[in-house]
């Protein structure tokens, strides 16, 4: 039994609080010397995104935007970050949960004018970027939800649940990925191993298969594209509990994203570092899993194809296992799901191909 | 505390093997009187499909349909649909769960042949039609999970967890509704009623703002278009535990629609009687909110107009409130999302929206 527990998410949640105060302090502290206030931040214009090979994931490069209340026209903009720094302390001081539809809104309120919602949620972007930190850790999540289910003890930080505890085995559906799970904090696990699945039906088949005692697996459902808080949370798994991480999608180049953005990121949030586990391994279906399993295929369809030839030039699918998977599709223009493994009955995926897979990886 | 524990799960499972061996047996004593085996049920077919204002939703009418191994054209449906029991049998005997793709590919498996996953659907809803249950039964389920989250304590029937309980205020991010959730046995709750709520950044804002305390709630999370799993839930939150039933969406027809489908349920599960509620209230947003509350819109769009006529012509939105607020929306031509009260800061959709609504409903 591995104890773990280290307070990280009450920390953290400080650390937050007073990254959006000492924000408000400089505003305050400039305006106090007689200067139009200003803010600084990293470039995310594409020419500012370099990918990392060192640490596996885009990031910003050196040139800096500032925001300055003495230019007519950042007045706006800077007004509206610093609405946003003042909405998001009051979300994380009162410990209360918004949506990036909800902040839109929530504007209007404040007379604090928004075009559309592209604007607010552009302006969130800026303050994660000032920041450093992800909008989940300043309360603003996003709809989806996905789950997890495993021999893992979380303490939760919200409240009227604060030093209760709940092992993700508790409910057999799956325990879902919400605000408050994102903020327990990590308390125990006897799991050796993180296995996250693209599909709810074989999320299922998994816990129905007893994939998590078999193996000692914590299962994490993605639910097609993994929302941000389960990417973060997927990461804090492999950094604070130290497991390995294995991502199993369907046979296809949006598969294979799925899988690449819970390890390398996106672009687009090239500004965290919170929202990607490198060490993250893509479990499957493979092309060749295709040829060698003899599993039912759907044709890749042109939309498909074109996919995979912006995959063979992304920085972030050059490893060989990539590589040769995206030649393989490209070949026997080719795709599966994961269910089609049960072709040869439904627990074939569990018995023969996940332990085969799993030990592979590994070797 | 309201005990309400009754088996009602357990009854229901034997109740659906028994009549899948049913079927068997007749087709085996079909043979042995030496006719060539047939199965007969409602025809599905769109003349036969009728909305029965008494019960208030769409059912099938007498026409009947025989599937005959007798007729060169039926052999093949005729298997399927033996082979689909066959299957639906396993699943159920062996308490394992399958999505309907999962069932495709599985035919694979007994070299029973699909031309497609829409083939294997319809003779699933066959087999629904035949038995008078519906899939979900028979243990297969749809991909798209809900949540519930409120003081309601359930007994588990699924393996590993048999007489296990949980009360669903356990996760504050709301418990998932899945297979194991939707076969357990509801025990008891001090709730008095059901809030059913479209979207995931109310329902957490609800379970923040102790709606299920306040208002004696258990909240639904329908994520959209109520997966049936959900809407069976909910039917048996209102039948077993007599709970009148709320349903919140956005104010728009889709919005509408998502209420309308769990209050009368589809055309196309008008062979099924266990997905409708027909006593749950939509609760809002109406159009005529729009107007009282000053609400921030968007303009309706042709797509939404061209929707609401069709609302106009549909039976089951013969009520005058739906008449009223159709007519609201196309005179004022604009819709609205849940979140727009936020507009007046993010506790008042529950401080006053919501107490203001339910007391006019009961009224």
């Not at 990461?235 to 199993?248: C, G």
């Not at 294979?256 to 586990?277: D, F, K, P, Q, Y």
């Not at 040869?344 to 191909?353: F, I, K, P, S």
Request: with cysteine.
């Amino acid at each position: 039994m591995v104890k773990k527990y280290k307070g990280i998410m009450i920390e953290k949640k400080k650390e937050i609080l007073t990254s959006l105060e000492n924000l408000g302090a400089k505003i305050y502290g400039q305006m106090d010397n007689g200067f139009f206030p200003w803010i600084e931040m990293p470039s995310r214009s594409t020419e500012n995104i370099y990918y990392d090979p060192q640490i596996r994931q885009f990031i910003l490069g050196d040139k800096r935007v500032r925001r300055s209340a003495r230019n007519i026209r950042h007045v706006k903009p800077f007004t509206q970050l610093v609405w946003t720094a003042y909405f998001s302390h009051e979300l994380t001081s009162q410990r209360k949960t918004s949506t990036l539809r909800d902040v839109y809104y929530s504007a209007q309120a404040y007379e604090m004018k928004f075009k559309d919602q592209q604007e607010s949620n552009s302006i969130i972007t800026d303050l994660e970027t000032v920041l450093g930190f992800s909008r989940e850790d300043f309360n603003i999540f996003p709809e989806e939800r996905s789950a997890v289910f495993g021999d893992l003890t979380i303490e939760y930080t919200v409240p009227g649940y604060e030093g209760k505890t709940l092992n993700l085995t508790s409910h057999p559906d799956g325990v879902m990925i919400g605000p408050a799970l994102t903020s327990s904090e990590l308390v125990k696990t006897t799991a050796d191993k993180v296995i996250a699945i693209e599909k709810g039906g074989l999320f299922t088949r998994f816990i129905e298969e007893n994939v998590h005692k078999r193996f000692n697996a914590i299962l994490v459902l993605t639910a097609g594209q993994a929302p941000r808080a389960t990417r973060q949370f997927i990461k804090r798994l492999n950094s604070e509990l130290k497991l390995p991480v294995y991502i199993f999608t369907d046979g296809d180049p949006w598969g294979m994203h799925i899988a690449t953005v819970i390890i390398s990121g996106s672009a687009n949030a090239a500004h965290l570092r919170e929202l990607t586990t490198p060490d993250a391994k893509w479990g499957g279906v493979w092309a060749t899993d295709i040829i060698n399993y003899k599993l039912p295929t759907d044709p890749l369809e042109e939309v498909d194809i074109k996919r995979l030839h912006e995959l063979q030039r992304d920085p972030r699918y050059k490893d060989p296992l990539w590589q040769r998977e995206i030649k393989t599709f490209l070949r026997i223009k080719k795709k599966c799901e994961l269910e089609s493994f049960s072709r040869y009955g439904l627990a074939y995926v569990v018995n023969e191909y996940l332990p085969r897979r799993l030990s592979e990886l590994k070797g």
